[in-house]
């Protein structure tokens, strides 16, 4: 049986990956990597560009390697992660062109690591339901908002200090919070007078 493909907005993709979104954009933008079709999400209610996880693989792989490839090579190394089934991408190694083999395993193993885990944690914890707080992501089956779950952690408390409050969360379901938050911010307005500053 295949399994479900994990998808993630170019957002996400590069908190993932740890990289700017100009760098997952541009790689959209070079014609590399492929786009899904916009489509809706379970934790949306807009319709978003979706990007396969070999898309976080691959840009990070670029990030953290200190050489600079061709189109040419960078079109062969995105054929690599699409062909490369996910379970053999840290042990596998790519032929770029005969003679030079690349192992990018090496440099994405904690990427590798941090999709699968938020791939798992995204799907079993955050949801946005119409009915609750009008369709804003929370933490299923509470009424905690990932923006408030970031929101305290970005002005100084721990994770435990939320827990002590809602104690039949797990950890899972805040770090899973805050990093959908970090990856989807709340569009809109600033708050406060930001024109005084």
């Given amino acids: 049986m295949a399994s479900v493909p994990k998808l993630f907005t170019t957002a996400e993709?590069?908190?993932?990956?740890?990289?700017?979104?100009?760098a997952v954009e541009k790689a959209v933008e070079e014609g590399i990597i492929e786009i899904r079709k916009a489509q809706l999400t379970k934790v949306s209610s807009r319709k978003r560009r979706?990007?396969?996880?070999?898309?976080?693989?691959?840009?990070?792989?670029?990030?953290?390697?200190e050489l600079h490839f061709s189109k040419e090579h960078?079109?062969?190394?995105?054929?690599?992660?699409?062909?490369?089934?996910?379970?053999?991408?840290?042990?596998a190694t790519c032929e770029l062109s005969p003679g030079v083999h690349i192992k990018p395993g090496e440099l994405i193993d904690a990427v590798y690591k941090r999709v699968n885990w938020y791939s798992r944690a995204r799907d079993r914890w955050i949801e946005a339901n119409p009915d609750i707080?009008?369709?804003?992501?929370?933490?299923?089956?509470?009424?905690?908002?990932?923006?408030?779950?970031?929101?305290?952690?970005?002005?100084?408390?721990?994770?435990?200090?939320?827990?002590?409050?809602?104690p039949d969360i797990p950890p899972e379901a805040i770090e899973a919070a805050q990093t959908f938050a970090d990856a989807n911010p709340l569009v809109g307005r600033p708050g406060g007078r930001p024109w005084r500053e």
Avoid at 13 to 22: C, D, F, G, K, S
Avoid at 74 to 91: A, S
Wanted: glycine content about 6%; hydrophobic content about 35%; overall charge positive.
């Fill in 50 to 65: 979706l990007l396969p996880s070999e898309s976080v693989y691959y840009v990070a792989f670029l990030r953290k390697c």
């Fill in 74 to 91: 960078k079109r062969r190394l995105w054929t690599w992660f699409k062909k490369t089934q996910p379970d053999h991408l840290l042990t």
């Fill in 13 to 22: 993709a590069a908190v993932l990956a740890e990289t700017p979104p100009a």
């Fill in 133 to 166: 707080k009008g369709g804003t992501p929370v933490i299923r089956g509470t009424r905690m908002s990932v923006y408030s779950v970031a929101g305290r952690l970005n002005h100084g408390e721990s994770i435990d200090q939320i827990l002590e409050d809602n």
